[in-house]
């Protein structure tokens, strides 16, 4: 069946930093991919998607390339700000539904 | 994407008893799902909720515990029956929109704490 796994967690960084999640995931077929992030006390709002290999999803300076060939979608932004701490989730599209990855929290302290 | 409210946004229940939480949509959808998202944990999908048509659970989940009904292609509702403690959670209803119909967009979610 389809399977998502990421990095794990707490993730504590400096402003400005350079943040990156692993994202690698089992599917078959050509599953799309997606980057959730939950703030604190709020529900899920979609970051960014790719479709098919090599697509690159990008949103608020957060970018992923979907690589076919490593099977990941890792989460990439060059300098975090305080307001990027959440909890971020990769997900993959398949057989009707989507499948969640653990999640990932993320504090970003100024 | 679609604007998605949820109803009560939280709420502290007493065990035993059961509680309804609302979904409304702005606009018209096929595919509408619940999640449950326990206390520090990911997400897992309760069932899919089709307009016209028994609700589709996911293994673990069954239609006594959470009854959904699917009205209209706007709105739909899951309640939570005969709560323990173990219930508390945060629920969250979703839809799938989008040019491939592979993308889904979630409410605010609905905190439920169970004493």
């Known amino acids: 069946g389809n399977s998502v796994t990421q990095m794990e967690g707490p993730v504590t960084l400096s402003e400005e930093a350079f943040l990156t999640i692993n994202c690698t995931y089992t599917a078959t077929g050509y599953p799309s991919l997606f980057w959730y992030v939950q703030y604190p006390g709020e529900g899920l709002q979609l970051l960014l998607k790719?479709?098919?290999?090599?697509d690159k999803g990008s949103n608020k300076g957060f970018e992923a390339t979907y690589r076919k060939e490593t099977t990941s979608f890792h989460l990439e932004k060059g300098s975090v700000q305080v307001s990027d701490s959440a909890v971020y989730f990769c997900a993959l599209s398949g057989d009707y539904k989507l499948s969640f990855g653990a999640g990932t929290t993320v504090t970003v302290r100024a | 994407s679609a604007v998605i409210s949820q109803k009560p946004s939280r709420d502290i229940c007493q065990r035993g008893t059961s509680l309804t939480i609302q979904c409304q949509v702005d606009s018209q959808v096929t595919m509408m799902f619940w999640y449950r998202q326990q206390p520090g944990q990911s997400l897992t999908l309760i069932a899919t909720a089709n307009q016209g048509s028994e609700a589709t659970y996911e293994s673990g989940f069954v239609i006594d515990k959470f009854p959904i009904s699917r009205p209209n292609l706007t709105f739909s509702t899951l309640t939570v029956s005969n709560m323990s403690p173990e219930d508390s959670s945060i629920y969250l209803c979703?839809?799938?929109?989008?040019?491939?119909?592979?993308?889904?967009?979630f409410g605010p979610g609905t905190r439920l704490t169970v004493l």
């Open positions: 790719a479709t098919k290999a090599d």
């Open positions: 979703s839809v799938e929109m989008g040019a491939l119909g592979d993308t889904q967009y």
